[in-house]
């Protein structure tokens, strides 16, 4: 079936100076992030829900993608729809030109807001008073397009939300420029699935994400020579998430660069007595060349080796 009744609330944003565009979401439906959102760089995003047709997300981004704007899309999309009435869909295209519909068959509380670069929606809300909140909420946060999209998705909780409850989120941010291919260019694509608190989950995978990314550029950093950019990045990733073990290791390495031999022993010891499997990982990958030879890694990793299989 192509239609599902996706209750929920969402919103769709384009950033006046990076261009990304963006969309999130939230709903007391399992896997939300597999039905309302859709984007592709450059191009444009959708989201549609209520009795939702999932054929307008890929048929909206076609019709963006041909240079149709986005209020022709959505009359068209909804010219070939029988049940029309019982849709809600928002189009955002790369210049920031948004067309939204909430049918007057949509469960209430069902609405929609629209502004310049922005559409907030929602349908089977506790009250009309979600959507407005979101927009406001979106206009005074601070950051990049994915934290305010979060901050509009917050918001909406902060004042009902969806009147079953909640069960899943996701977040999508694109680039504004067009990628050679349809499915590249994602620069967030965050989902969960089922969870308690589905928006405060959305915002943790974001911070991780952001961690991970910060990595992967000392990573590129550390490798090409570039030790103040390499010594950034850690620190961002560090500040971010650091819980996380792998994080932790690029400190180890991080120390073996700047001669902190005994510093990295240590933290190394710390992170494979959590977790031992890591002294293997961190073995093979050296083997592979992925991670550069340094004696104090392999020896540290030999020892752990050793220790872990005595054990």
């Known amino acids: 079936m192509r239609d599902q009744l996706v209750a929920t609330y969402s919103i769709v ?30 191009v444009g995003v959708v ?29 068209r999309l909804l010219e070939g729809d029988q049940r029309g009435e019982t849709r809600q869909v928002a189009l955002l295209d790369s210049s920031g030109h948004v067309a939204t519909h909430t049918g007057a068959a949509c469960v209430a509380a069902a609405g929609h807001l629209s502004d310049d670069g922005v559409s907030v929606q ?27 999209l979060v901050a509009a998705l917050e918001a909406a909780e902060a004042t009902g939300g969806d009147i079953r409850g909640r069960q899943s989120a996701a977040l999508l941010v694109v ?6 291919k349809p499915w590249q260019g994602r620069l ?14 959305i915002a943790r995978l974001l911070r991780l994400k952001r961690a991970q990314n910060a990595q992967r550029q000392f990573a590129e950093a550390a490798a090409a020579g570039r ?11 560090l500040e971010l998430a650091p819980e996380v073990h792998e994080i932790q290791l690029s400190a180890a390495y991080a120390y073996v660069l700047h001669g902190r031999h005994d510093e990295a022993r240590a933290l190394l010891r710390r992170v494979f007595d959590s ?3 890591l002294a293997e990982w961190m073995h093979r990958m050296i083997a592979a060349g992925i991670i550069p030879h340094n004696s104090v890694l392999v020896d540290t990793i030999v020892s752990m080796r050793i220790r872990s299989a005595a054990h």
């Open 13 to 42: 944003a384009r950033d006046a100076t990076t261009g990304e565009l963006g969309v999130a979401v939230q709903s007391c439906y399992l896997a939300v992030g597999a039905a309302v959102p859709w984007g592709e760089a450059g």
């Open 227 to 237: 030790i103040e950019e390499a010594a950034a990045a850690l620190h961002q990733a």
């Open 47 to 75: 989201a549609t829900q209520a009795f939702s047709n999932l054929d307008f997300g890929p048929e909206g981004l076609t019709m963006m993608r041909e240079g149709i704007t986005p209020r022709d899309a959505l009359r």
């Open 175 to 180: 680039s504004g420029s067009r990628a050679q």
């Open 122 to 148: 929602a349908n089977m809300m506790t009250d009309d008073t979600v959507w407005p909140a979101m927009l406001n909420a979106y206009r005074r946060a601070r950051g990049d397009l994915a934290a305010r």
């Open 188 to 201: 967030y694509d965050l989902r969960v699935d089922d969870h308690p608190d589905p928006v405060a989950e």
């Open 275 to 277: 977790k031992p499997l």
